[in-house]
């Protein structure tokens, strides 16, 4: 669970209780809601979502920490929490997922593996030695080698029937 001093760390914007603001917001720090936002939320850092706040939208974020209601789906790097009372519609893609007793959720969850990113890619900042000489993931160099004999032979068979045309 995502302490307090993390879910307020660098928070430079707050959009706070009898606000309501539509459009885009793309930030690299953290956002508090406890107002009324719709539209969609972009951040390299944290969304708190208040008690009393109220998104309509999708949120792109670090972590995500919700205490109130959002209708749209979550696409997080570390961490979801949904905290006792919050009410969430929509879908979640996240590394972890932390549901409270008294939460409620009504969507469809993902988890993806830590080093990957919320897509199932590994993560821009994978090391040298994890790729591979032709800059593709290891999974995706053996589904290469998987290739069916078959399919190769078939590929050399329209390329001599090519050069035949050709002639």
Do not use: W
Request: glycine share 10%; net charge positive.
């Amino acid at each position: 669970m995502l302490s307090k001093k993390q879910q307020t760390d660098r928070v430079n914007t707050v959009i706070g209780h009898g606000t309501s603001i539509e459009g885009k917001i793309k930030s690299t720090s953290s956002i508090r809601i406890d107002g009324e936002f719709v539209g969609e939320i972009q951040t390299e850092g944290n969304v708190l979502i208040g008690k009393e706040g109220q998104v309509r939208g999708n949120i792109e974020a670090a972590n995500v920490t919700a205490e109130g209601h959002i209708l749209g789906n979550m696409t997080v790097r570390h961490t979801i929490q949904l905290v006792k009372g919050c009410q969430i519609e929509g879908d979640m893609i996240s590394e972890t997922i932390e549901v409270e007793k008294g939460a409620y959720f009504n969507g469809r969850s993902t988890m993806v593996i830590p080093d990957q990113d919320t897509k199932g890619k590994p993560h821009k900042k994978q090391s040298e030695e994890q790729k591979t000489k032709n800059g593709n993931d290891p999974a995706a160099d053996k589904n290469e080698d998987r290739q069916n004999p078959k399919d190769t032979d078939k590929k050399k068979g329209k390329a001599k029937e090519k050069d035949k045309v050709a002639s």
